[in-house]
């Protein structure tokens, strides 16, 4: 089995006696033997939170997510429970009269079970303030390990250094049963088979060896000799069909669950192994050492899947293998991302651990490539057509003809599941080929560059400098898109080209290494990387690394929506309009893509606009909007007008096209604040294109005074500055007001404004140059208001023509004939004001 092992977090500390994954935070908690607990952010590495626990060591420790809370056992015989969010403990009372060993919270109930070196095993219940609930007697030595069974959480397993496991149930203080699991020695693990159709347990024991158990017959089903020191865990992995072991002669174990062979052993040099946690919903797993810790990423979090043009899929669940029909779902009128209720059923088994499944083109077969072997099944009655040694494989699209990559170094080409005659690919070997893709040329992924072949000849079409991830083909055969980590490219392969250069250099074995490249031309690039595409005639849709569901038409990209976790693109079934995605636990949603829109795009991008004016009456309504975006960024904002429903984007438009009248339909219809915004950006536009009139208008209606004010300037209107001076006040816009009336020349009135708004200072600055009969009468007003903040001495500084000063003299006399010049004489009394 070949599966990729990734390290994600290596830690050194204390030695790590316990350790658990919180099933929803990205945080590793670890019991220390120092007596403290540490939490881990386990993606990023660092070290979140210390407690310290006890001064002896702790033995076990536990989430309890569902309270915020974990608890943690040790050698002072204490059970401390803790928040983790604010550090306060919770409870701690004296458990057992011995060390805890062990302890195990249960899924659903508000109990947790210990285990002690007092060789009883108790229940505690924090609904009802730690009460014990139960005891549970019968073991004669140290309790190593608990474990609920997942298919029936109302029994648990203990394991014991007594060499037996026994299996419990919370109701009664006796056990069910015993099994003497290992003879030689004491078990220190008991695991349960997390599946539902086999009912086995894993012992781990003192005797250096891992023994899977049937519990209902009570036999021992396999024995795993390999450890050279006692096993102080095993466990069964919940998604892989693996089981993990780790020895106090420090290393850790895969085996085989199926077969129960050593797969593979690790070591990490931090002495002893002591204890392990598998993540929920993930492939990491993390071991505990006398020197600190290790998560590892199992595998590959992508399921393994394939669906035919015709909707059927075809994915594994390990070595199972499932098959459902998506055409026949009746899904259409579900919402956006809405799960589709699968009716899968049981096609068959694979011989090898699969790590992709690839149908061939019309659909007939099916291969499955893993552990270093491939093999091909007929789809329907899954029966074993052809199989050999390959790492990766590929199709041609006549669905007879494939690819098998034997080694690093060696493509072997199959036509009719028989050896193709022939020599070998033109400019392979001499280097490492890391994939194969299918389709009418096949590629062949390497170091540095992908390079294409000619099916028929062997000979090279292309050798492109690029770091590719992945390259798919269109079903149409002239547009290939080349995934990187850097971007993905679209190319555009011309076959008549090619054949043209072939036939004027004598013979496809006359074509140089590098092939040809004016066959081809990019077409698009996209910046970022995509992780799964397929194409739909000249449409690829596609899913990004930072899951996002999108489509490319031309070098058009178009959004169509984004997820909250990876998902995983299944196909394109037209007839439902929808495209199909999977998560990793191949939970099926789909979205809706109308073929009409795409049919219609394309007919766009080609500058057929009679092809695209008959799809355009067949595009559903509700994508007529999402056409009009796609035609406004094509540059065609008349047609885009006329298509879309959206009467914002059709508002646009219309200010964008100079409609001005179509928009003031539309604002017409519109109330409030967006309204008022629709009526002032028809303004603005009005006046650029100098229809006063309808700019008056939509200003007023939006009430836009400055933008009035401005106008009316601009138009000499003194009447309506005057009115609009009085509207600026009822509105509170004094400085507009004030702006209105300065324009206007009215100097009094602009006085008066100041004073309304206490704004004496001002108020006279501005009288001593355009009003000075008023001064002597503001000025007194000044220093009143001074002297009533306190400020005196000030007040009496300010100078007034009233104190008949030498330095106003002159300059008022001429202030004064100016101002009865412009005004006329100096009155008492204005509207009953004195002045």
Known sequence: MLLEIQRKLFARSDRVKSIDFHPTEPWLLTGLYNGSAQIYNHETGALLKTFEVAEVPVRCVRFIPRKSWFVAGSDDFQLRVFNYNTHEKVAAFEAHPDYIRCLTVHPTASVLLTGSDDMTIKAWDWDRNWKCVQVFEGHTHFIMNLSFNPKDTNTFASACLDRTVKIWNLTSGTANFSLEAHEKGGVNFVDFYPGPDKPYLLTAGDDKTVRVW?????????????????VSFAVFHHALPIIVSGSEDGTVKIWNSGTYRLENTLSYALERAWCVALRKGANDVAVGFDEGLVVIKMGRDEPTFSMDPTGKLIYTRNTSVLTSNLATEKDDEAPDGARVALAPRELGSTEVFPTSIIHSPNGRFVTVVGDGEYIIYTALAWRNKAF???GSFAWATDSNTYAVLETKTKIRMFRNFKDKSGGPLKGAGGWAVEGLHGGPLLAARAHGFVIFWDWETGAIVRRIEVEAKNVFWSGTGNLVAIVSDDGTYVLKFDRALYDEHVESVGGAENVGDEGVEDAWDVVAELGEQIKTGKWIGDCFIYTTAGNRLGYLVGSQTNVVT???????????????????LADKDMNVAGYALALSVVEYQTAVLRGDTAAASEILPTVPKDQRNRVARFLESQGQRELALSVTTDPDHKFDLSLALDDLDGALEIARQVVGPEGESKWKAIGDRALSVWRFDLARECFEASGDLGALMLLYLATGERDKLAGLAEAAQAKGQNNLAFACLLQ???ARACVEMLLRTDRVSEAALFARTYLPSAVPRIVALWR????????????ASIASPDDNSDLFEEGWEAALAREEELYGPPQTTVNGDAH
């Open 744 to 746: 206007l020349g009215d």
């Open 784 to 795: 009143a208001e001074l002297e009533t903040k306190g400020r005196k001495k000030l007040a």
């Open 562 to 580: 984004h997820f909250d976790t990876p998902m995983y693109l299944l196909g394109y079934i037209p007839a439902h309009n929808r495209i199909y």
């Open 388 to 390: 050999g040694q390959g």
């Open 214 to 230: 049937d519990y209902l017959s009570k036999s021992c089903v396999a024995t795993m000799e390999g450890h050279t020191a006692l």
